[in-house]
């Protein structure tokens, strides 16, 4: 999360013509004069400090979910490709076909009534979400992977610019699924097509030994218990990879394996770290995996 006017001036620098959240505690921008105006409260900094759910929650059971309907793209919010504090992101040029799975966290009150990415107003009473990389609009069916619940979502804002996070839920999308208010969960984001809303995108790649091993200890009827992993890198050698599976062993951050996949025709061998507890310890553990030097560190999930 942004914390502090130093981090909030960088990111105000790196910002138009993309207004994305930062997870809980963010501040988006100002709008600059080639985009729509702004109300009197966006030209400020947020109202509050940390963000939080409303004082008197509503009954989620009669807002009803979005239809997914073919929408054009908007003119804002899908510059690609963008940066935001130093790192580099692409928008897909469609959704069709996406699937990924990784930890999902919310935005509620503090950004209610703010304008998303794509200059629509934030209702924390919707169910919307944020992508770094979606199109937007788009509308996509998440799941959570630890109870089984899911949603449909539109998709008409950027972030969450948090470390491992790969989508933000409004408030009553996240008390849906139960993300609120424990404040974060594994799930899967599958993208719809308005054409076939019954039809999911393309199976995430799940490397086929945990997904064994998950079967073999789940129960009929019953949510398998999804388990994470910071992924180090995938290589097509072996000697790279055992090279850099005794790196991380020699950190003592926990137990290391390597899994042999086929991506596209080629064998590949990813060298992961877990399964880990939760997702604190993911957060914990990412930046002492890159300090190793061996490249960005991603979250996995498999159940």
């Known amino acids: 999360m942004i914390r502090g006017d130093a981090r909030w001036l960088a990111a105000l620098l790196v910002l138009p013509l993309l207004g994305g959240c930062f997870h809980r505690h963010a501040t988006r921008p100002n709008a600059p004069s080639t985009s729509p105006p702004e109300s009197p409260a966006q030209s400020g900094r947020y109202a509050q400090d940390r963000d939080s759910g409303p004082t008197a929650p509503p009954d989620i059971s009669k807002i009803p979910e979005p239809v997914p309907k073919?929408?054009?793209?908007s003119p804002?919010?899908?510059?690609?490709?963008?940066?935001?504090?130093g790192k580099t992101y692409r928008v897909?040029?469609?959704?069709?076909?996406?699937?990924?799975?990784?930890?999902a966290s919310w935005y509620g009150n503090k950004f209610h009534g703010y304008t998303t990415s794509d200059f629509e107003r934030y209702d924390m009473y919707a169910y919307s979400a944020a992508s770094k990389v979606l199109p937007i609009p788009c509308y996509a069916r998440i799941t959570n992977?630890?109870?089984g619940r899911s949603t449909i979502v539109r998709v008409n804002?950027?972030?969450?610019?948090?470390?491992?996070?790969?989508?933000d839920l409004s408030y009553v999308a996240a008390v849906k699924l139960g993300v609120w208010p424990k404040g974060t969960a594994m799930v899967e984001v599958r993208a719809?097509?308005?054409?076939?809303?019954?039809q999911s995108g393309a199976e995430p790649a799940r490397d086929a030994a945990v997904t064994n091993r998950s079967a073999a200890g789940s129960l009929p009827g019953k949510t398998p218990k999804p388990t994470l992993y910071l992924q180090v890198g995938a290589y097509a050698g072996a000697a790279n990879a055992e090279r850099a599976a005794a790196k991380v062993r020699a950190a003592k951050l926990g137990e290391v394996e390597i899994v042999e996949v086929e991506v596209n025709g080629?064998?590949?061998?990813?060298?992961?770290?877990?399964?880990?507890?939760?997702?604190?310890?993911?957060?914990?553990?990412?930046?002492?995996?890159?300090?190793?030097?061996l490249g960005e560190p991603r979250v996995a999930v498999d159940n």
């Open 70 to 73: 073919a929408e054009p793209y």
């Open 76 to 85: 804002y919010g899908n510059k690609s490709p963008y940066s935001v504090l």
């Open 92 to 103: 897909l040029p469609t959704a069709k076909g996406y699937a990924e799975r990784g930890i």
């Open 145 to 147: 992977l630890e109870n």
């Open 157 to 167: 804002d950027r972030g969450p610019f948090a470390e491992n996070r790969i989508i």
């Open 192 to 198: 719809i097509d308005p054409a076939h809303p019954d």
């Open 266 to 293: 080629a064998r590949l061998r990813r060298v992961r770290l877990g399964p880990l507890k939760d997702v604190d310890e993911a957060d914990r553990l990412t930046p002492k995996l890159r300090a190793l030097g």
